[in-house]
C-alpha cells in the first residue's frame, strides 16, 4: 500500500502538484473574466444569470424532490464505538480526541470487499430517489476517490478501488443524478487551520490556509473532471478561516469548471444555524441546507433540501438503534414536499460495503409506496394552503394531491380555502374509484372510502377544472356558525405558533404572554354570537385570556384539562356585531399562569346569545 507521507513535516505530498493547480486556477479565472478584472485584481463577478436561466438549472433537482445522502469513510470501522463510549460516527477523530497517527491506522484495514455500486445505485433509485450525493471528503480528509493531490485517500488502502469512480458510473447507468458532498473542514491536511483546540501534537508552524484552498480547489477539480457532479453539497464552512470572500471565489471556481452545476449555500457562510436557510442576498448557494429538520413553513421562491438521518448518525454507529420508521419518513418525505422542499435521507454503509439492514428494508418500503404515489412527489409544488388536519397536500399543474395521513371518522375530509371547479376525485392508488365532492363556502368536501388504502398515506387526486384559486376568508357555515380554526389563525408574537400533529391541530408553544392569536372572517347575519373556544391546558392552569372582537372584550381563566393533547371547550360571553362585514377576533394572554397559556385549537361563534 502506499504509505501517508511525511507525518512530521508539514508538507503534503500534494504541494508539487499544487503549482500546477494554481497556475490552472489562474487561466481559468483569465477564461471566465474580462482580462481587465483579472489584471485590476477585481473578484470575477459570477456570470449573471436571468431568472429563467436558473429556472432551466434547478429543474431536474426541484423536480426530483428525492435524493440519497451516504456517509461513509474510515470512520465506518470503529462504527462509533471507541475506548467504551459507543455515541461517536464520522466526526469520531475530533469527539473521542484520536491522534492524526492512530487515525491513519484505519487506513490499512478499509476493505470493504462487499462494495457494490450497481447495488447502491439500483437501492437508491428502487426507493424513488432520483440523486445521490456521497462524501468524496468528510471533515477527517479522507478521500474516496484516488486523489493525485494527497495519500489520504482509497489507493493507500487495501481496497485501492476508485469508489466514486464506480458509484458515478453505476448511477449513470440507472438513471440516478450523481453528487458530492465535500468538506471544506479538514483535520488531516497540514495546511488546514484552525486546529482542534485538544490537538497539540500538531504544531501549526509553517501551516499556510491559502495553500489549503489551493489543494482544496484542486481535488475539486479532479472530482468535477473525473466524476462530473450535478451537486457540490458543501459542508464544515463555519471555522473563522472561511469567509465569504473566499466563499465567492470558491463558488465562481467551481461554476467556471462545470457552469450548470447546483451548489449548497454552505459554499458561503450565509447559513443561518441548522435551520440551514440563506440569511441574506449577498450570500452564494442554490439551495438551503436545514439539518435534522423541517422548516415550520416553506418559503416561496427559495429552493431548499432537508437533510436527515434514520437513526441518530450520520456515518455507521453500530450501537444505535433509533431507527425511524417507514411511515415515519414517508410523512417526512410528503412534508417537506408539501412545503416545497426536497428530501436527502442519509445511508451510513457500513466497513465491508453494505448497508445497515435496517436501512435497506426501509428504502424497499418507502420505493413500495413510492411506486404507487410517487406521481404525488415528483415535479410537484408546495401545497397551496398550508397544512390542513388530516396530513398535507401537494400540486402539480391541474392537479392536487391530497396525502390523508390520519383517516377521518366520518369518511368525509375537509380542504379549505379552494374554491376551484373540482372535475374529479379518485385515490391514486386505485385511479377508476370516483369519489364524491361537494364545493362550498368553506372548501372542497371529499366523501373518502371507509377505509384507509394506505395506512401511512393515502393519497386521493383532485383534477381541477382551472388552476387552483385559494380565498383563505373565513365565513360563515351552512348553519351560521364562523369556526375559527388555529391553521388559519394569525401569530403575532414570537414562541406561539401552529402545530400540526396530529392529535393538536392548534396554536401550541404559547410560553410568551405578549403572544397574541387573531383571524380576519366575515359576518353575513348581524346579530349576537356564543362565542367558544376548543383548548387543553396542561394542570395547573390558571392562566387569563381576553377575547377581542367588534370593540367588545370577554375575560376567561384558563381551566386546566387532562395534558395538553386533552380538548375541551369553554365560553367566556357573546359578542355582538351590528353589522355585516369583515370583523377580526383577537385572542390575549393577561396573565401567564404555568408553562403554557393553552393549546388553542378553535374559536367558534354561535349564532344566538349565550346562556
Ligand atoms: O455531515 C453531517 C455532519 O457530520 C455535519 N453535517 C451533516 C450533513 C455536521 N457537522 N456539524 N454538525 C453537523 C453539527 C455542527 C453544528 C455547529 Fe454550527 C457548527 C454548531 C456550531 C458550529 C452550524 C454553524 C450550526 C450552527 C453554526
Known sequence: MKSVVNHSAPVYRSFLSHRFAIVVILLTAFLAA???????????????????????????????????????????????????????????????????????????????TEFDADAWARMAKDAGMKYLVITSKHHDGFCLWP??????????????????????????????????????????????????????????????????????????????????????????????????????????????????????????????????????????GDFGTPEQQIPASGLPGVDWESCMTMNRHWGWNKNDKNWKSTADLIRKLVDIASEGGNFLLNIGPKPDGTFPQPSIERLAAIGRWMDVNGESIYGTTASPVGKVPWGRVTQKSDKLYLHVFDWPKDDSILLPSVTTKVKNAYPLAETSKKLDVSQGDQGVTVSLPDEALDPIDTVIVLELAEPVVVDRSIKPQADGTIVLPAQLATVEGSTARFESKSDRNCIGFWTNPKDAVVWEFKVKKPGS??????????????????????????????????GWGDFQTMSPGGITFDQPGTYSLTVRPLELKGEGVMNLRSVSLRPGASE
Open 529 to 562: 354570537y356564543t362565542v367558544q373556544l376548543a383548548y387543553a391546558c396542561e394542570p395547573p392552569g390558571g392562566s387569563r385570556v381576553e377575547v377581542e372582537a367588534a370593540k367588545q372584550k370577554l375575560e376567561a381563566g384558563v381551566k386546566a384539562t387532562d
Open 34 to 112: 474580462p482580462a481587465s478584472e483579472v489584471l485590476l485584481g477585481n473578484q470575477p463577478a459570477r456570470a449573471a444569470e436571468t431568472d429563467e436561466q436558473r429556472d432551466a438549472r434547478m429543474k431536474w433537482w426541484r423536480d426530483a424532490k428525492f435524493g440519497m445522502f451516504i456517509h461513509w469513510g474510515l470512520y465506518a470501522i470503529p462504527a462509533g464505538e471507541w475506548k467504551g463510549r459507543t455515541n461517536h460516527a464520522e466526526w469520531i477523530r475530533h469527539s473521542a480526541q484520536i491522534p492524526r497517527e492512530t487515525y491513519d491506522e484505519f487506513l490499512d484495514q478499509f476493505n470493504p
Open 147 to 284: 486523489s493525485d493531490l494527497t495519500d489520504f485517500d482509497v489507493e493507500s488502502t487495501p481496497f485501492k478501488r476508485d469508489i466514486l469512480g464506480e458509484l458515478s458510473a453505476a448511477c449513470r447507468k440507472h438513471g440516478i443524478k450523481f453528487c458530492l458532498y465535500h468538506s471544506i473542514m479538514d483535520w488531516h491536511h497540514p495546511d488546514y487551520l484552525p486546529r482542534r483546540r485538544w490537538e497539540k501534537e500538531r504544531s501549526t508552524e509553517g501551516a499556510d490556509y491559502d495553500r489549503y484552498v489551493a489543494y482544496m480547489k484542486g481535488q475539486l477539480k479532479e472530482l468535477i473532471e473525473r466524476y462530473d457532479p450535478a451537486v457540490l453539497w458543501f459542508d464544515g464552512e463555519w471555522e473563522g478561516t472561511w469567509t465569504h470572500e473566499r466563499g465567492k471565489d470558491l463558488d465562481d471556481y467551481v461554476r467556471s469548471l462545470k457552469p450548470d452545476i447546483i451548489i449548497n449555500n454552505r459554499v458561503d457562510k450565509g447559513r443561518r444555524g441548522m435551520e440551514g436557510l440563506t440569511g441574506g442576498d449577498q450570500y452564494r
